[in-house]
């Protein structure tokens, strides 16, 4: 391998004058900047078990009530990246949020996009621009960038759900930023239904603009009868795995983050191949165990892990008579805009 010159070697009043211009030499930090074969990965495998982060959760109810909090999170953050920057890889941010009965979390809008996948609880919804989706266990609900979206509860138990955006990505870009709103009027004819079964979508003429979300809620309930419907008209397929999507056009349901819903057959282990994005894996039934590079968690209901990059990941079912059920979030569809999405085998 080529070797470079140091900053160092550099005579000081050289130095001083390239300071004094804004200028910096390049080939110092080079391969700090570019690696050889692999990136400088940051993120690190780690596990967040909702056995302990709940009570945590639930002491932030009497702590700090929802009008002095706008939104009562708690934020996974990866110690790679720092806890400070709150990020669970570089491009995704996690945080459990909480919403007692009776409370309402006031509307507002903002560039990163946001999903929610539901842990726990019933009887409260999200409102997106006037559409109001209510959340079950397991369900995924879509705020993309600049929608108009409120909380509200309206049961008698603690809900609680998983935010998954792409604030790091937005907020290293100098484009993150948040609008408050007023109370929306809840639309009576929300587009659910219409979107419901696959293979079938609206005629054209009530399609939406291409600049919309023609889905929001993405019911648990379906998205589970459709895994297990294709473990079993498909025995021999690799990954019993669905992604969430655009029901108009068949693209990733966001323009940054993908997600997908995996199910590990009894006894079933799964070796994931290396792929250039990190992933998050959310434990919504079952238990799992998860394997890359020299860390393994056990991932018991509603635990949340991340994984970096460029490593093979593996996946096992821990019953030998139930299927598991996972949520996985990655930035595939951002790196394949750019290009340098790949799979390493």
């Known amino acids: 391998m080529l070797e470079l010159g140091r900053l160092e070697d550099l005579p000081e009043d050289y130095r001083t004058a390239l300071a004094e211009q804004n200028l910096v030499p390049l080939w110092p930090s080079l391969r700090a900047v570019l690696p050889p074969r692999k990136p400088a990965l940051r993120t690190r495998p780690i596990r967040w078990t909702y056995a302990s982060l709940r009570p945590l959760l639930l002491r932030t109810g009497q702590l700090t009530p929802i009008e002095r909090a706008e939104r009562r999170v708690l934020v996974m953050a990866n110690p790679g990246h720092g806890l400070e920057k709150m990020q669970a890889t570089s491009t995704i941010y996690l945080g459990m949020q909480l919403l007692l009965p009776g409370e309402w979390a006031p509307a507002h809008k903002h560039t990163p996009n946001a999903a929610r996948m539901i842990v726990e609880g019933n009887g409260a919804y999200t409102t997106v621009n006037g559409e109001k989706c209510s959340m079950e266990r397991g369900d995924l609900i879509l705020t993309p960038t600049g929608q108009w979206h409120e909380h509200g509860h309206s049961g008698s138990q603690p809900v609680i759900w998983l935010d998954v955006l792409d604030l790091p990505l937005v907020y290293y870009a100098e484009a993150s930023y948040v609008i408050e709103g007023q109370a929306q009027r809840t639309d009576s004819e929300a587009t659910e239904q219409a979107y419901l079964r696959g293979g079938v979508v609206p005629a054209p003429r009530f399609i939406r603009s291409a600049a919309h979300h023609p889905m929001l809620r993405y019911p648990w309930s379906e998205v589970r009868q459709a895994l297990l419907g294709l473990a079993r008209a498909q025995p021999e397929i690799d990954a019993v795995q669905l992604a969430y999507v655009n029901p108009e056009n068949g693209d990733d349901c966001q323009k940054i983050l993908g997600f ?48 970096p990059g460029y490593a093979p990941v593996g996946l096992r079912n821990t019953s030998a008579d139930n ?4 949520f996985v979030a990655d930035d595939a569809p951002f790196q394949k805009k750019l290009g340098v999405y790949e799979v390493r085998s």
């Open 260 to 307: 997908s819903a995996l199910m590990l057959r009894p006894g079933e282990h799964l070796q994931l191949p290396a792929r250039s994005s990190a992933m998050v894996f959310h434990q919504i039934e079952g238990a799992a165990d998860v394997t890359v590079e020299d860390s393994r968690f056990r991932l018991a209901g509603a635990d949340t892990c991340c994984v």
């Open 323 to 326: 299927p598991a059920f996972l």
